[in-house]
């Protein structure tokens, strides 16, 4: 018996299909009702069982209070977590439909008009989920990483040490460092009147999911306690080379403003802050040939350049 029958046979569920094999390996799965469920086979190593049981109690508070993210399923003996005879944990998230909001490194389709309202309805979901998250009360052992101040830009970024990352040119190297320097002194003085809290902390165009007009939000396995603008920042890295990129930041901004205000002026800087941790997630995850280190490096050293200019 595989991991993905030993993990479906724990919720009476039958498999469908696989749909992605990255950080975590999720499968389409049916449940003995017949509804249609995910379910993740966790990535050994990353996430703990009580960092997990985190993420799944917070989806499921998320999603009681009805905002449009996936809520997780109890096996057949009612625990929303299992461990495998192998060691790797599984969980079950009830299914959101939809289509991904696009696809990394491919221009997103459809007219500016279209972009921009799609944006402007991300802003206003990221908004309810924060909204949502501070009417909550965490529990006292809910724990998640911190994507706080240390975890951007410490010594030992949560996503490794990006600006040693071997394939850098000693000048790339040096402007990324200079861009970690402002990235935390922004940081420490935005921190002064903003609140840190959970935030999704992987709100990339694969985890958006579009049906019609409805937006829902899946994946939360990188969600972390962090600035909220993090989330805004994480959906404008993927936008940096399109060409109403200027459109679309106002108006994933102008989205979260109708529910939230925070320091929108930040914005770029947590668009900074994703483009610089995502140098480093290649540099720990993926083989040195591997096409995506120079797209990341590049669109790091790019952004990177443009907010040390705008700094001066």
Do not use: K
């Not at 009360?137 to 996503?159: A, H, K, M, Q, V």
């Not at 320097?181 to 902390?201: F, N």
């Not at 007009?213 to 993927?238: A, E, M, N, P």
Request: with cysteine.
């Amino acid at each position: 018996m595989t991991e993905v029958e030993e993990a479906a046979a724990l919720w009476g569920a039958r498999i469908q299909a696989e749909l992605r094999n990255r950080e975590n390996a999720v499968y389409a799965i049916a449940l003995p009702d017949g509804a249609r469920a995910a379910l993740r086979l966790h990535r050994v190593g990353y996430q703990n069982p009580a960092a997990i049981r985190s993420e799944l109690w917070w989806c499921a508070e998320l999603a009681r209070s009805g905002v449009a993210v996936p809520a997780p399923v109890a096996s057949t003996n009612g625990d929303h977590l299992r461990r495998l005879h192998g060691g790797r944990l599984a969980s079950v998230m009830s299914w959101m439909e939809g289509a991904p909001f696009g696809e990394s490194l491919v221009p997103l389709t459809g007219t500016r008009t279209e972009q921009t309202a799609r944006h402007r309805a991300l802003g206003q979901l990221l908004a309810q989920v924060h909204d949502a998250t501070d009417r909550l009360t965490l529990p006292p052992d809910f724990t998640r990483p911190r994507w706080d101040i240390d975890g951007l830009t410490g010594e030992n970024p949560l996503w490794g040490r990006f600006w040693e990352h071997p394939a850098l040119s000693a000048e790339d190297a040096a402007l990324l460092v200079r861009a970690r320097d402002l990235l935390h002194e922004r940081l420490t003085d935005h921190a002064r009147h903003s609140a840190l809290g959970p935030v999704h902390a992987d709100v990339l165009r694969e985890n958006i999911l579009v049906d019609g007009d409805h937006l829902s939000l899946i994946d939360f396995d990188d969600s972390g306690i962090g600035f909220r603008l993090y989330d805004l920042g994480t959906v404008l890295s993927q936008d940096l080379y399109e060409p109403h990129h200027p459109a679309l930041q106002q108006a994933l901004i102008e989205g979260y403003a109708s529910l939230r205000q925070d320091d929108f002026n930040m914005v770029p800087l947590f668009t900074l802050a994703r483009v610089l941790a995502s140098v480093g997630w290649a540099m720990t995850r993926l083989p040195p040939e591997h096409p995506v280190h120079r797209s990341h490096i590049a669109r790091a050293v790019m952004w990177a350049g443009r907010q040390l200019s705008a700094a001066n």
